[in-house]
């Protein structure tokens, strides 16, 4: 059974940082593309960013780029979000996501099969 578990969200001040981190089980985690969304309250569900197997190849939403930067542990089977010069706009429930999927990279909420409990980020001005 494929368990997927966030942790290390919180509440922080605009500028501030969080690192969020997903721990896998149930899979064969190096196999795996791994990917963080998050949800707004009246928002869809949307791509935040995602690593490959290998940990070398990863994928940004257009609005993190640059302020956050996600990265894997394949030994320990975890995951991370180091999520920097935070806005309120990133307040939002954060999930963990994945896929076998390896090509192409996927940034849609379908493409993962596996999720986890979600992590609430909030922001404040």
């Known amino acids: 059974q494929v368990q997927l578990v966030e942790s290390g969200g919180g509440m922080v001040q605009a500028g501030g940082s969080l690192r969020l981190a997903c721990a896998a089980s149930?899979?064969?985690?190096?196999?795996?593309?791994m990917g963080w969304f998050r949800q707004a309250p009246g928002k869809e569900r949307e791509f935040v960013a995602a690593?490959?197997?290998?940990?070398?190849?990863?994928y940004y939403a257009d609005s993190v780029k640059g302020r956050f930067s996600i990265s894997r542990d394949n030994a320990k089977k975890m995951v991370y979000l180091q999520a920097n010069s935070l806005k309120p706009e990133d307040t939002a429930v954060y999930y963990c996501?994945?896929?076998?999927?390896?090509?192409?990279?996927?940034?849609?909420?379908?493409?993962?099969?596996?999720w986890g409990q979600g992590t609430q980020v909030t922001v404040s001005s």
């Open positions: 690593v490959r197997w290998s940990g070398i190849s990863t």
């Open positions: 149930g899979l064969t985690f190096s196999s795996y593309t």
């Open positions: 996501a994945a896929t076998a999927v390896p090509m192409p990279i996927a940034t849609t909420p379908d493409r993962y099969p596996y």
